[in-house]
C-alpha cells in the first residue's frame, strides 16, 4: 500500500496514465456505499461458480464431461462385466466294498452332497484292494478289478467307504482285517463302522457283547439262546464242564440200541 501511494503522488507517473484512469478510480463503489437490502440479494444472486473460474475446475469440467460420454457410449462399444466363474469343486469319492452282483453306481447316479458336489463311486471286493494309510495324509487305495474282461488299474484316495461285504471267512486266504485296519489307520469315514466291521470279523466276540446286554437287561427283555465257547480243539474234563456232563461213546451206543429194539 504504502508502495502505491508513493506512485500515486508522483506527478511524472500520474501524467503518463490514460485519460479517465484516476476517475475511475475515484468512483465510489457502489457495492460498498450502501449495504444491500435482502429483497435486493434475493433477487440478484451471483453464484460462486460463475464468479471463480480457474485452469484447475475447467479442467475437470472438461474430464467431467468426457466421463459422462464415455458412460453414455453405445452398448457395442462397451464390454458388458462378465458373471462370475462358480468355483467347480473335485468330486467326493465313494469306495464300494462288496462284489459285483450290485451295481452300486446307479444307485448315486446324479446325487450330489449338499446339492452341489458330485458323487464318483468306485467299488471293488476286499481281494482287489490294497492299500497304503499316513498319520497325515490319509489312505491311498489300489484297485486292480475286472470289467467285462479289461483289466482295470486305479490309484485314489476315498472320501467315504460303503462295507457290503465280511471282511473275514474261514476259507483259506479271505482274511482282510488288515485292509480293514488300514482304512481305520487312515481315518475314513465308513458305514458300517470300521469298528463294527472289524468286530464282526469274530462271532464269538459278537456273541460275548450279546451276553453283557443280556445280563443288564434279563433273559426276559434280552433272550438269548445259551452257547458255551471253547477258544480250541483241545478236550475238555468232564468237571470242568458246568450245568452238563459230556456224554461217553458207551451212552450213544446204548441209546441207539434200545431206540432199534423198540
Known sequence: MNFLRRRLSDSSFVANLPN???????RPDSSTS??????????H????????SSPGSSLFSSFSSAMKQTSQAPSGL?????????????????LVIDDAHTDWAKYFHGKKVNGEIEIRVEQAEFSEL???????????????VVRNGTKVVRSFKPDFILVRQHAY???????????????????????????????????PWVFSQLIKIFHSLGP?????????FFPNHKPMFPSLVIGSERPSLTSKTRSKSSIRSQ
Open 220 to 228: 426276559e427283555k434280552f433272550p438269548l439262546v445259551e452257547q458255551t
Open 20 to 26: 479517465g484512469y484516476m476517475t475511475d478510480l475515484q
Open 78 to 94: 462397451m464390454e458388458p462385466p462378465g458373471p462370475s466363474t462358480p468355483v467347480v469343486q473335485r468330486p467326493r469319492i465313494l
Open 130 to 144: 490294497n492299500l497304503a494309510a499316513y498319520v497325515t495324509g490319509g489312505c491311498m487305495v489300489d484297485m486292480q
Open 169 to 203: 471267512s474261514m476259507a483259506l486266504g479271505e482274511d482282510y482285517r488288515s485292509l480293514v485296519i488300514g482304512l481305520q489307520y487312515g481315518g475314513l469315514p465308513a458305514v458300517n463302522s470300521l469298528y463294527s466291521v472289524y468286530n464282526f470279523c469274530s462271532k
Open 45 to 52: 444472486p451471483q453464484p460462486l461458480a460463475a464468479s471463480f
Open 34 to 43: 450502501s449495504p444491500a437490502s435482502p429483497a435486493m440479494e434475493r433477487r
